[in-house]
């Protein structure tokens, strides 16, 4: 399930350093997974987002991502993801507005959504608080 390593390179070869590409067939040797790049936007605020049909971006391995890494965000004395937060849809998931990392996910296939957005702002004003009017 999701991407692979060749099939990201392949169609989308200007996104990554091209020694990515070394990479296509063995990506178990990369030295670094996707939740270790998490760790180190900690403890800043992160919200993840997917759809239920867009099965190339892999939402259970989102989840898994955020749920690994959530452990560097309680380590830096801050809460990580919400242990409640699962894989399912609902109208608007983030977590704990405790919480500095965040899941949502709707139904639909890949694209961005004013539902997204929508989604992205609550999170945005659950950790720095509505802006002034």
């Known amino acids: 399930m999701g991407e692979s390593v060749r099939v990201i390179n392949t169609k989308f ?18 030295p670094f997974d996707q939740n270790c790049l998490l760790a180190l936007c900690a403890p800043r605020p992160v919200l993840f987002s997917a759809a239920d049909e867009d099965q190339w971006a892999n939402p259970a391995g989102q989840l898994q991502i ?3 890494a959530s452990a560097v ?23 704990s507005p ?31 608080g509505l802006p002034e009017r």
């Open 13 to 30: 070869p200007h996104w990554f350093n091209g020694a990515f590409k070394e990479f296509n067939d063995s990506p178990e040797k990369l």
């Open 66 to 68: 955020l749920k690994s």
């Open 98 to 128: 405790a919480g500095r990392l965040g899941f949502f996910m709707r139904h639909g296939k890949h694209s961005m959504l004013p539902e997204d957005w929508h989604a992205f702002l609550a999170f945005a004003d659950a950790q720095w």
């Open 73 to 95: 965000y309680e380590f830096l004395g801050v809460k990580g993801l919400d242990p409640s937060v699962r894989l399912e849809v609902a109208p608007v998931q983030t977590g």
